[in-house]
């Protein structure tokens, strides 16, 4: 499984060179990261986590706004090591069972860097991901899906940027969003709701 999921992250990296701007910049500043990782990636298990029921919308639409990644993905998408890290909160009692990610490149990740992560995340339909902030920089690309971030609809084919410690939040729309993530710098502090609901 870890030759196609090579592929895939392979085919991950190469969509980062359609960023332009700042997040040009930041997605040549990933992938030099990106290139110190070992290639020999540490096993990883499956996860149970709830997010896998979005999986047949999100490929379907995956099919549609990407198929070279679908044809990828599609095989390997429920075998992969979802899961969600946030402490649980009254204010958003569902989100854990409707938003995740699946991480490639990172500290726990079958590629291990304490520099830099690079992974999917999955959030189904009609879910707001409340305010929050970490001191990594991170890259979105939307795959598939639309959502909403600072007040803009981002479609796939997007790049979202987001700075060190910027407070930031987003609500998926009709479908599920699958983007593509990349975090750099402080990789390994996380991500914390702000302000705390
Ligand atoms: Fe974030």
Redesign the pocket.
């Known amino acids: 499984m870890s030759a196609e999921l090579a592929q895939l992250v392979a085919r991950l990296r190469a969509r980062l060179n359609r960023a332009d701007g700042r997040a040009g910049l930041e997605a040549l500043n990933v992938q030099r990261l990106l290139d110190r990782v070992a290639h020999d990636p540490a096993p990883y298990a499956a996860s149970a986590h709830p997010l896998v029921r979005h999986l047949p919308a999100a490929l379907a639409g995956l099919e549609r706004d990407a198929p070279e990644l679908a044809a990828l993905l599609g095989p390997l998408a429920e075998h992969l090591p979802w899961r969600y890290g946030y402490e649980a909160t009254a204010a958003f009692p569902d989100l854990h069972l409707n938003m995740g990610w699946a991480e490639f490149v990172g500290p726990a990740a079958p590629w291990r860097s304490d520099e830099v992560c690079l992974g999917l995340t999955l959030i189904g339909p009609h879910s707001y991901y409340a305010p929050?902030?970490?001191p990594a920089v991170?890259l979105y690309h939307v795959l598939t899906g639309v959502a909403e971030w600072s007040s803009h609809w981002r479609r796939p084919g997007a790049f979202i940027l987001?700075d060190s410690n910027q407070i930031?939040a987003m609500r998926t729309g009709d479908e599920p969003l699958l983007a593509l993530y990349t975090w750099s710098g402080d990789v390994v502090s996380p991500?914390v709701w702000s302000p705390q609901p």
């Open positions: 929050h902030r970490h991170e987001h930031h991500s």
